[in-house]
């Protein structure tokens, strides 16, 4: 079969490296450790080969692979293992010394246990043993004779060969044989892959070489030699050229060959690298290598596309990308690449889901949807809110304090509320059939590249930046059912504000989240200069959780020593908050300090010594609110922001958040400023009932 037709990215040529590590330097650039024998074929300069086909599928970006792919959900790592058992590997940058890829036999180490040296390398930290996860896994796998599939990185150098892309599919591919090696000082694992469907050519094989040999003519039988140790009488598959070695990590024979240590540099014996498995019926993966995820959602289901299912990858049918979820509707090749600008070509395939409006009865198990009075039970491990009946009812108001910081109000639904002619009832229903273009977006800073909010977000009014930059609409393209729940955010505002006196000022910005099944968003402030002391939220559909704790700088009174500002990880201005560690400690030498008594070197030596030998933790939760169909919450006070942040965990069903603000128009563009303004029709100015 030709090999057919995908978007490639070429890249410049690179020197062939057939063993060695992979570094980098200060500047990114990619060093290679070679043999003296090998140095001379190295600086030869020749290009890369190219390859005989493309990849049943890939990837630019690890998000996107691990999103699409279900037998490798590693975002970080080499190894996908679940349960018991390893499903998929990769192959990259650093795959250790004595490493070998052909067009049918991977060998490689397994990693884990590894730290990266001065020079970029991965070393070994401490043993790996047999009751490692990761080892457990790896055999497990070979025991159970399951299938693993491999992806090989473009960063990886040993195969020498032109990858079209950042992470390019394999094969299946059976494990045959699991070791113990000495690695530097260390004992590692290193395991052998061979590739499950022989006849058929590898994508990744060299354009000109020949088609591997059929079944009938190949040698199945003979097997490389294994011998038993007359120490441990453990049995040892000779691997290496330079002689057979015991590899039991508790003999005293180990990694030695007539009882001394091997040379460092060790070939493969041909017997190791050349015998092969015959066909066994019995090994099989467990998913398919790529799984068509589209053919199983049934479309006329209720809530099958706000499934957690239905927001993961898929592996785009015309160009066989993978591809994230970013669109509420579903999926879009093209607005998913982590380098566009390097395509000439643009995948056209779009799939958009017919998304039917969830009705409330399949998010809210609540027997009559919503109750006459919602009765909470206070735990006294967290903040106990001042309740009030009366002033706002039918709401039930529920204040929490947190003294000289600001105050949080919880506005309790109930079902006289949610079930008025438009109100939050008809809204679940409204917001899912308008056309609002929710989207996720990337993260501005996390820990793998590209990655997504859980979440979908669309954002009307003022432009506003939270962990990520939203495109704002003007309130002049909102739906009208934004603009009732605009009026809702704005009567809560102004009534959490107007109690305690302070200045009301009405929003003039509206962030809408929607969350599917297993979404949630974690902590995070809004504490932006931009923004006035005022956030309001409206819930809408299942019920949701809200933690309230204490920044960690503030609770431990100095920063994560990852933190690159940290000047000496102790805060300057620790303002010593009500519970934080060491509070009265704090309290006292912050009063001793401001009064002159000691120094700024001994105020912070002091507090050095508080936290000496003790590391840092998260604060405990200080508020903890359920969060359920109609009701508004309204955080209130600028040092709330500033010392505490939040995080919002739903229940698996449909969720809709609707957030409010009011942002400063001097930190906006004039020509955005625009975009905040509006008026509300009488049927969208809320009165409370």
Not at 168 to 177: E, G, H, K, S
Not at 358 to 369: A, N
Not at 474 to 498: C, H, N, Q, Y
Not at 547 to 573: E, W
Request: glycine share 6%; net charge positive.
């Amino acid at each position: 079969m030709p090999p057919r037709a995908a978007i490639s990215r070429r890249k410049v040529a690179e020197r062939p490296v057939r063993a060695g590590r992979v570094t980098k330097s200060k500047k990114e650039q990619t060093i290679i450790k070679l043999s003296p024998e090998k140095l001379e074929a190295a600086l030869i300069g020749q290009p890369l080969e190219q390859v005989y086909g493309t990849p049943p599928a890939w990837a630019e970006g690890r998000q996107q692979l691990c999103d699409a792919i279900p037998w490798f959900r590693c975002t970080q790592g080499a190894m996908y293992h679940s349960e018991g058992f390893c499903y998929g590997f990769l192959i990259d940058a650093d795959c250790g010394t004595r490493t070998h890829i052909d067009d049918e036999v991977i060998i490689t180490r397994i990693g884990g246990c590894c730290t990266k040296d001065s020079e970029g390398n991965l070393t070994l930290e401490k043993n790996q043993d047999s009751d490692n996860a990761l080892v457990q896994s790896i055999t497990g796998t070979q025991t159970s004779k399951l299938a693993v599939g491999l992806v090989i990185g473009s960063k990886n150098k040993i195969l020498n060969r032109d990858l079209p892309h950042r992470y390019n599919i394999m094969d299946w591919f059976r494990v045959t044989n699991v070791w113990f090696e000495k690695i530097g000082h260390k004992h590692g694992v290193k395991v052998r892959f061979e590739k499950l469907n022989l006849p058929e050519k590898s994508w990744w094989a060299a354009k000109e070489s020949p088609l591997p040999l059929p079944l009938e003519e190949r040698d199945l039988q003979t097997k490389p030699e294994v011998l038993k140790c007359h120490h441990c009488s453990t049995e040892s598959v000779k691997i290496y050229r330079e002689g057979w070695m015991c590899l039991d990590p508790g003999c005293i024979d180990f990694w030695k060959i007539d009882g001394i240590t091997p040379p460092a540099e060790l070939t493969f014996h041909p017997d190791f690298l050349n015998f092969r498995s015959p066909p066994d019926p019995a090994v099989q993966p467990c998913y398919s290598l790529v799984p068509d995820l589209l053919s199983t959602l049934d479309e006329t289901a209720t809530d099958v596309s706000t499934s957690r299912i239905a927001w993961k990858g898929i592996v785009c049918p015309m160009c066989f990308k993978c591809i994230r979820r970013t669109f509420w509707k579903g999926w879009k090749c093209d607005d998913d690449s982590i380098l566009e600008e390097e395509y000439r070509e643009r995948c056209p395939f779009q799939k958009f889901m017919n998304m039917h409006p969830v009705p409330l009865r399949v998010v809210l198990d609540h027997f009559e949807l919503a109750p006459i009075k919602r009765a909470i039970l206070f735990d006294r491990k967290y903040s106990i809110p001042e309740i009030d009946d009366n002033s706002l009812f039918p709401y039930r108001k529920l204040t929490y304090n947190l003294n000289g910081v600001g105050s949080i109000t919880h506005f309790v639904s109930n079902r006289m509320i949610n079930s008025r002619k438009n109100g939050p009832d008809d809204l679940f229903i409204n917001l899912q059939r308008d056309d609002l273009g929710l989207k996720r977006f990337r993260l501005q800073q996390s820990l793998v590249a590209g990655t997504l909010t859980s979440h979908f977000a669309v954002n009307y009014g003022m432009p506003y930046k939270y962990v990520v930059s939203v495109d704002s609409k003007g309130f002049d393209e909102a739906p009208k059912d934004i603009l009732r729940a605009l009026g809702r955010l704005s009567w809560a505002t102004e009534k959490a504000v107007m109690s305690p006196g302070d200045k009301y000022l009405p929003p003039n910005e509206l962030l809408m989240l929607g969350y599917f099944e297993e979404m949630k968003i974690g902590y995070h402030d809004d504490g932006e200069s931009s923004l006035g002391p005022s956030i309001a939220t409206f819930s809408l559909g299942a019920k949701a959780t809200m933690f309230v704790r204490m920044k960690y700088k503030y609770f431990n009174g100095s920063t994560r020593r990852a933190d690159p500002k940290a000047i000496g990880t102790i805060l300057q201005n620790d303002p010593v908050l009500k519970d934080c560690m060491f509070e009265g400690e704090r309290r006292a030498l912050k009063k001793n300090f401001d009064a002159g008594e000691i120094s700024q070197g001994e105020y912070d030596a002091s507090r050095r010594a508080l936290s000496k030998g003790r590391k840092g933790k998260e604060a405990p939760i200080t508020i903890k609110m359920e969060l359920h169909h109609g009701d508004l919450v309204v955080m209130h006070g600028e040092n709330l922001q500033k010392y505490y942040e939040h995080s919002v965990v739903p229940e698996n069903k449909l969720r809709f958040a609707l957030t409010a603000r009011f942002v400063k128009p001097d930190h906006v563009d004039a020509r955005e400023i625009k975009k905040g303004e509006f008026s509300l029709t009488p049927d969208q100015v809320y009165d409370g009932k």
